[in-house]
């Protein structure tokens, strides 16, 4: 189902402090400094530039870890446990998919290989859930239906439940009790359905995103799930991304577009601080990205808040405490990289 290889724009800076640290790659789908691969199917007339607006000062500080990964891996999940991490599955340096499971310790840098899921998967995505992570759908190359549960206690994977039909390169967030299950591929397009389930083995409809897209990033604020680009169709590195920041609205059970991204993005990813969503990297139609934007809900706008070390896509993505940890990923190639971003 994925193949695996694959301007930044410049305007209003708020409050920054960008550490640049030597030691990350390039970029592997396509570099901002060569010509890039033309896309497949046509491009719709660019959206109006959206408005930018100054947000009160929060400070960005990207650096690139000193501690490595043992492996590479790119499209793969991560999830925060305590005061560890553990990357879950994803795609290794030779392009093929992986069960491993690693506990990643900041702190120190350690990094041991802890057990391995119930099947070997990428474009999945992830979600610690009380005292178990949980990984949704995923392909190993098939597009799976899966809910496979790991408990980081005793490092066992078992699957626990099946989505209505296969999904990968989707979005999951957590809103309460609910979580959400949100655009993605069934092996032949991108997907439009928004899901939501309370013990991830029973799922209900809950809208239509107004673009089906793959490969989003994912962020919540307030009661509302913020979906960020994603691939409209064709390569997955070289196809038509979108603009589009889709907002699901779960108390009105509607999916509307809410605003519009400075550049198409895909395979980017989010954090949120003090009510504000940070988009951290991702692909663009110019090659992988090292922005860190900005989207205020409360007002629709959008601004440029950093800039990564590294131009990066498809990393898995937690956070403990104040630090965001984007581990591995993928530019000009597979990356055993982490980058740092405190937002404060």
């Known amino acids: 189902m994925?193949?695996?290889?694959?301007?930044?724009?410049?305007?209003?800076?708020?409050?920054?402090?960008?550490?640049?640290?030597?030691?990350?790659?390039?970029?592997?789908?396509?570099?901002?400094?060569?010509?890039?691969?033309?896309?497949?199917?046509?491009?719709?007339?660019?959206?109006?530039?959206?408005?930018?607006?100054?947000?009160?000062?929060?400070?960005?500080?990207?650096?690139?870890?000193r501690w490595r990964l043992p492996v590479a891996r790119y499209r793969t999940t991560a999830i925060a446990s305590g005061r560890h991490i553990f990357l879950l599955g994803g795609i290794d340096a030779a392009g093929s998919t992986v069960d491993s499971v690693y506990r990643l310790d900041p702190a120190s840098g350690a990094s041991k290989l802890v057990g391995a899921l119930a099947a070997p998967t990428h474009g999945g995505a992830a979600l610690l859930l009380g005292q178990r992570a949980f990984v949704f759908g995923g392909a190993g190359p098939p597009v799976y239906d899966l809910v496979q549960e790991f408990d980081p206690a005793s490092a066992s994977t078992r699957v626990v439940g099946h989505l209505p039909a296969p999904r990968a390169d989707l979005a999951v967030a957590a809103v309460g009790a609910q979580v959400v299950v949100a655009a993605g591929f069934d092996g032949t397009g991108p997907l439009d359905t928004v899901l939501t389930t309370t013990d991830e083995r029973h799922f209900r409809f809950v809208a239509h995103l107004p673009q089906a897209v793959r490969y989003p990033a994912v962020a919540v604020a307030g009661n509302s799930v913020y979906l960020f680009g994603g691939l409209e169709f064709g390569g997955e590195y070289t196809g038509t991304f979108s603009r589009a920041i889709q907002r699901v609205d779960l108390a009105s059970r509607r999916a509307t577009i809410v605003g519009q991204l400075p550049t198409p993005y895909a395979h980017a990813m989010a954090t949120v601080r003090n009510g504000q969503v940070f988009v951290l990297g991702g692909s663009t139609p110019a090659g992988a990205s090292s922005a860190i934007l900005r989207f205020d809900p409360a007002t629709g706008a959008v601004s440029r808040a950093g800039t990564l070390p590294e131009h990066v896509a498809d990393s898995g993505i937690a956070t403990i405490g104040d630090t965001t940890y984007l581990v591995g990923g993928i530019n000009s190639r597979p990356l055993t990289s982490i980058c740092v971003v405190r937002i404060s």
């Open 2 to 65: 994925c193949s695996c290889i694959p301007r930044a724009w410049s305007t209003l800076l708020v409050a920054i402090a960008a550490l640049v640290v030597g030691g990350c790659g390039g970029s592997h789908p396509r570099s901002p400094s060569r010509p890039t691969t033309p896309a497949v199917g046509t491009q719709r007339p660019a959206p109006s530039a959206p408005h930018v607006h100054a947000v009160h000062a929060l400070a960005v500080h990207a650096a690139v870890a």
